[in-house]
């Protein structure tokens, strides 16, 4: 029972990516956490190996290193509905192409709506810091960024497994 409803996991089709080479390891105990109370598939996708509990619904895929290797594999294996945990928004567009959804660490969901938005802001920031005009990079990673994060998780999962195992 979450937030007042019931939710069965029985047939659920959605999968949780993670772009893991550019990862906050803090938020990685809050994904597991959510793969087994709700019986997600975690797949982290990474070029070095990492440390996961073993767990029937958790897995890693090891690539070859290079850019964006990790990338273009999680671009091939996502499906309509999936989502991507990924800073990556040129990644974030490319899935949310396909149906998906991605989420940041930060707690800032990319769908249709926004992620074209997005995608240009990124491309303006890139052209400030390349004049020189801003330098530096984003913020350090927050307890704040990780409380974002984990209740953006959670809201669209609930929602998600709401979708997938109403009636239709």
Do not use: C, W
């Not at 309509?80 to 998906?100: M, N, S």
């Amino acid at each position: 029972m979450q937030n007042g409803m019931t939710i069965t996991t029985d047939r659920i089709s959605m999968r949780i990516f993670i772009d893991a080479d550019a990862f906050p390891n803090v938020i990685k105990d809050i994904l597991i956490r959510a793969s087994m109370r709700m019986k997600v598939p975690l797949v982290f996708v990474a070029n070095k190996p990492l440390k996961v509990k073993d767990a029937a619904h958790i897995s890693v895929i090891l690539v070859p290193a290079g850019p964006d290797v990790a990338d273009h594999r999680i671009a091939e294996l996502v499906r309509d509905g999936d989502l991507v945990i990924t800073a990556d928004i040129p990644l974030a567009d490319r899935v949310v192409a396909k149906g998906a959804f991605a989420l940041n660490p930060r707690g800032k969901l990319y769908t249709e709506e926004n992620i074209k938005d997005s995608l240009a802001m990124r491309g303006l920031m890139n052209e400030l810091r390349d004049s020189g005009v801003i330098t530096g990079g984003p913020a350090t990673f927050s307890k704040k960024d990780r409380q974002a994060f984990a209740n953006v998780l959670d809201s669209f999962l609930i929602r998600r497994l709401k979708k997938e195992n109403s009636p239709g």
